[in-house]
């Protein structure tokens, strides 16, 4: 059982695969942070990956509902162990291929987390249906032709209130015997809100 209330679970302490990515604990803080969750929300996370987003929104908000959506079977292992070694019970892993697997959902995301992927237009458009009106919708691009198409949906679904941040994060790692600061991998993080009628 994971004993804090703070997000920001160090990466080594989950389980991962290779080639299953990693939301990085500073990325995964800001999107934290531009989801505005409230004690009760109801998230969607396409494309939960290892499961970091699931595990850090289930510690925050133990009466809330989160959705991890995943289409891969040995990732969705992965997610159900890194939620039973945080002791989160209030995730529901969802295996599916999206934005194809989302009309089947019964619960009404207030919230959705989306980070990158090949069908990102597609996702969006889908997620868009179903999102609660005055709801959150962020998602990440780590390439400028993600965060291109990112913002062309965002336009077309007449996304308000919408903030993108870049982040760049070094780490402290030791070399020998120096301590360097090493730069991770450069992230876009853009949100948004659906407006009320």
Known sequence: MWPYITPGIADDLFER???IPMTQREIRLLILSHLRLT???????V??????????VGLICPQGK????ERDE??????????????VKNVQIIEGSAPECLGEIKSVPDRVCIE?????????????QYLQPNGRVVTTAASLETLYQISES????QVRNIEVVQASVNRLQKRGNSQVLVGCDPVFVM???KMDD
């Open 17 to 19: 695969l290779p080639g």
């Open 116 to 128: 990158g992927g090949r069908s990102v237009k597609a996702i969006l458009q889908a997620v868009w």
């Open 74 to 87: 040995e990732v969705v292992g992965l997610i159900r162990r890194n939620c039973d070694r945080f002791g």
């Open 191 to 193: 949100s948004g809100e």
């Open 47 to 56: 494309g939960a990956g290892t499961g970091t987003i699931p595990v850090e």
């Open 39 to 45: 004690p009760t929300s109801v998230l969607w996370d």
């Open 66 to 69: 989160i959705l991890a959506i």
């Open 154 to 157: 965002f336009s077309s679904l």
